[in-house]
């Protein structure tokens, strides 16, 4: 194999982890915006 293709190989490999890891982060701060969302309305309707 050639260097320029291993290096060509891990790139890619990182860009998709990289992007998995960005959508595991937009769902998580969608999941946390909505749990707020949803004990700040409990917590007004008890008042």
């Known amino acids: 194999m050639d260097k320029t293709t291993l ?6 490999l990182a860009t998709m982890s990289g992007k998995i890891n960005e959508w595991i982060g937009i769902t998580a701060g969608l999941f946390t915006i909505t749990y707020l969302t949803i004990k700040i309305m409990e917590a007004l309707r008890k008042k």
Do not use: F
Request: aromatic share 16%; net charge neutral; hydrophobic share 35%.
């Open 7 to 12: 290096i060509g190989c891990w790139g890619t």
